[in-house]
């Protein structure tokens, strides 16, 4: 168990680019969770995943950003376009499905430069 | 009305007091309130977690106080040390089909030795 890993760690972009992040859960973890920090603030819900179907999306996620978990692995985060109000922390959490169901296991974090 | 209130923003302890940091609700369907702590360049980690069925939980130097009634909970970190100091973040989910967190804003703590 290596913990919830994230790639890149940092990524920087000019504005109206398109940037894709990656996440990889924690082994047999069936939920999965993305969620925004900007500085100085708490993590925000951006969307989430049970196994490979997406259940839920904040309305902070506009239409240029958009999120897959194929096979209920891996899962990926894409925003097309980008403006410099992206620029934040991306997070990427998993959890079990069951007993310990709401304990979310956070990773490092990408953090996003819009230029 | 989804909202978790944190304060203060910043806090300056002494190494070996007590720090307190205190959140606000006003959802009654939370279920579950965590905290974070989270260090310079890393993602939050679970420091402690309590539900509303009890008023206190205490792990090691870190205790939740939770008041049901005042829709209010806090964490004291008892004899605080240097490596205390990082943002603290307190959260509640509603445990409904997504168990997605609320997060508070956060608060900075810096412990003097």
């Known amino acids: 168990d290596t913990g919830v890993s994230q790639n890149p760690r940092h990524k920087i972009t000019k ?66 376009r980008t403006e410099q109000g992206d620029s934040a922390m991306y997070l990427c959490a998993s959890s079990p499905y069951g007993g310990a169901k709401n304990i979310q296991y956070f990773g490092a974090g990408t953090r996003l430069s819009v230029l | 009305q989804q909202q978790v209130k944190q304060s203060p923003q910043s806090l300056i302890v002494q190494k070996g007091g007590i720090s307190i940091i205190n959140c606000a609700y006003e959802n009654t369907a939370f279920d579950y309130f965590p905290w974070y702590q989270q260090f310079p360049g890393k993602g939050p980690a679970l420091l402690i977690a309590i539900r509303p069925d009890v008023s206190e939980k205490k792990e090691g130097r870190f205790t939740i106080s939770f008041n049901k009634s005042a829709k209010q909970f806090s964490l004291h970190i008892m004899d605080s040390q240097p490596g205390d100091s990082a943002t603290y973040f307190c959260a509640a989910s509603d445990g409904g089909a997504t168990n997605k967190l609320i997060f508070g804003t956060g608060t900075l703590l810096a412990v003097q030795p």
């Open chain 1, 15 to 80: 504005r109206g680019q398109n940037v894709t992040f990656r996440c990889d859960p924690i082994s047999e973890h069936n939920r999965l969770y993305w969620y925004r920090q900007t500085l100085g603030q708490g993590p925000e819900f951006l969307t989430y995943f049970q196994n490979e179907a997406q259940l839920e999306k904040s309305r902070l996620l506009s239409d240029r950003f958009s999120a897959e978990r194929p096979k209920g692995s891996f899962s990926t985060l894409e925003i097309q």
